[in-house]
């Protein structure tokens, strides 16, 4: 595997102390073989790692790191990711006008560089961002477009998100039963694939699981939740409201 592979499955398996070793050290090897493509790759992990600890500051500080050695490589493709770290930290700072307007621009480049599956990914933060500006109708046509294209073509990593997108549209519609359910689908969706959620989404469904006890109660939460664990991704999104 390569380092980038390494490094984004430990990342997602919750490896911190891993992701920052590993990084460090890639880092230095990069810079020494003049190695920008790894250099990126290495100072936006640590900036993933710093987001993950709840340090968004130092996120934005690594991830302008890598954007400036992407700028200077002349590589386009190496901005797309220290790109989405930005945006991401300007969404969970709560400045989501301006998280809105660069996911939309991290869209513009993933459509140029043909990713499609980043341009997924990026709607998918930017209907949470709708969601959270109070534009539910927006949020809820990009939710369900999100998912579409994930079931369609098998994206198979990207499922625990629909699930994660499914659990805060529910809580957004005060149907908290759902929001419970779905919150178990998601956790059984990573825990499936053996990953955590990215920082942004652990927060959503960190919110989300808050306002559904609050509204429930533990014990019908647990009830709830525990139903959804047992639910298949795809199952769970048959009565859904699209």
Sequence with gaps: MTFSENVRSAFRRGETDAVVRMSEAEIERAQAAGDPAAE???????????????????????????????????????????RHVLAAVARMSGDLLRARDLYRESIALNETLDQPKMVNSEYHNLAFCELGLGNLDAARKLFAENRERVFRANWVDFVPYVCVAGAALASAEHDHPRAARMTGVADAAFAAL????????????????????????PTAFDEEYAEGRLLEPRVAFGDYRA
């Design 194 to 217: 053996g990953q955590v959620p990215d920082p942004d989404d652990a927060a959503d469904l960190a919110t989300v699981r808050a306002a559904a006890i609050e509204a429930l109660g």
């Design 40 to 82: 990126v790759e290495a100072r936006y992990s640590l900036a993933r790692v710093a987001i993950r600890g709840g340090d968004l500051s130092a996120g934005e500080a690594r991830a302008r790191e890598a954007l400036a050695v992407a700028q200077r490589s002349g590589d386009r493709g190496l901005e797309e990711r220290p």
